[in-house]
């Protein structure tokens, strides 16, 4: 079974500053998938960013980038230019592809609370 | 489009009692997904639909607990003879036969609250 692991309750970083969220997760598997959810309190869950494991190159999306280490089964979340609308939980997340499709089940980090402060 | 929808917002049950959560899932998204959010327990994974097949179950924390989805679409979790473990938010997610990772798109979710 896949584990995932955010070592980090919470976090506070000034509005334009930069902040990094970690995760670890333990698997077997050699291909699978790597999410960064975010979670306001609407409890929303918003989708963030994606890395696929047989890729590489690092995903980015506008102010937000990942440091995906496969070897050290390490999957950091970096915030760049922190505004205060990215106050929030945000989780890591974890699946395995299975050969259906259309999709299977994620495994969830326990989250960490960001704080943007003014 | 509309998102995924989920019914109630917020659901107050005496212990003992039944509950049922409703999902409306993004059309033509033929998978379906629970998950429970709880304080004790983070988030984990219920029960998983995929069209007409079987669904996957292997969530769900007992006996007390069932879902099913009609026409391969609304879904139903069911929680019967609530306790208060029980209490949690319930959250929905549909994904598509059209995205290769997978992508989940969840619902607001149902606050249950069990007294």
């Known amino acids: 079974a896949q584990t995932v692991t955010q070592s980090q309750p919470e976090m506070s970083v000034q509005e334009a500053e930069t902040v990094t969220l970690s995760c670890t997760y333990d698997?077997?598997?050699?291909?699978?998938?790597l999410f960064w959810y975010k979670q306001p309190p609407s409890r929303q869950m918003i989708l963030v960013i994606r890395?696929?494991?047989?890729?590489?190159q690092n995903a980015t999306e506008n102010r937000f980038s990942v440091n995906f280490q496969k070897a050290a089964k390490s999957f950091s979340l970096k915030i760049s230019d922190s505004q205060l609308g990215d106050t929030a939980m945000y989780f890591c997340?974890?699946?395995?592809?299975?050969?259906?499709?259309?999709?299977?089940?994620?495994?969830f980090g326990g989250g960490t609370r960001v704080l943007v402060k003014p | 489009g509309a998102g995924v929808s989920q019914s109630p917002s917020n659901k107050v049950t005496e212990k003992g009692k039944d509950v049922e959560l409703r999902c409306d899932p993004i059309?033509?998204?033929?998978?379906l997904y629970w998950y429970r959010q709880s304080l004790g327990q983070g988030l984990e994974f219920l029960i998983y639909?995929?069209?007409?097949?079987?669904?996957?179950k292997s969530g769900l924390p007992s006996d007390r607990f069932s879902a099913e989805r009609t026409g391969g679409s609304v879904s139903t979790l069911t929680i019967q003879r609530t306790q208060q473990e029980d209490s949690a938010v319930y959250l929905c997610?549909?994904?598509?036969?059209?995205?290769?990772?997978?992508?989940?798109?969840f619902g607001p979710g149902t606050r249950l609250t069990v007294l």
């Open positions: 059309s033509g998204h033929t998978a």
């Open positions: 997610a549909s994904s598509s036969l059209a995205y290769n990772y997978n992508e989940q798109f």
């Open positions: 639909f995929q069209g007409n097949s079987a669904p996957d």
């Open positions: 698997t077997s598997e050699n291909n699978y998938y």
């Open positions: 997340a974890f699946m395995k592809p299975n050969q259906m499709a259309a999709g299977n089940k994620l495994t």
């Open positions: 890395q696929e494991a047989y890729k590489q």
